[in-house]
C-alpha cells in the first residue's frame, strides 16, 4: 500500500486494548498531541480511537483490506502549499495469543514542516 508513497518517518507499535501511543506534534512555532488506542477487536476488525487538536475519531480496521489505515492531517490546508503533511496510522495484525495489535505509523511530509517526538514507551 505504501511502497511508492513519500513517507519521510515510521514507526510500529504494538499496542494490549487501552494501551494509548501519545506523540507531540510540532510545527510552525506550535506543539500538540496525538492520540489514539485500541478499544475492541471482534469479527477480525480493530476498533481505535483518535485524539487530535481536540477533535476526536473513532475507526473501525480490518487489517489486509482497503480500510486497515486512518490518515489525521497535522497542518491546515493554506492556498500557497501543495502538500499538507499527514499521518497514516495502518492496523497491520493482530496476535490473538498475546491480545495485542501492531500498528504502524507513516509521517507523510513533503516539506519537511512537522517534527514527531514520540512520548509512548515502546
Known sequence: M?????????ESFILKKDQMVKILVKSEGQERILNFRWTLYTDKALVVHENFDRFVGQHILY?????QSFRKQLLPLKRSQQDI???LVVFKKFDEGNATAQM????????NRIVLDYLTKK
Open 63 to 67: 487489517a489486509g483490506h482497503a480500510n
Open 85 to 87: 503533511p499527514y499521518v
Open 104 to 111: 504502524d505509523l507513516f509521517l507523510i511530509d513533503k516539506e
Open 2 to 10: 505504501l511502497d511508492g508513497a513519500p513517507w519521510r518517518e515510521s
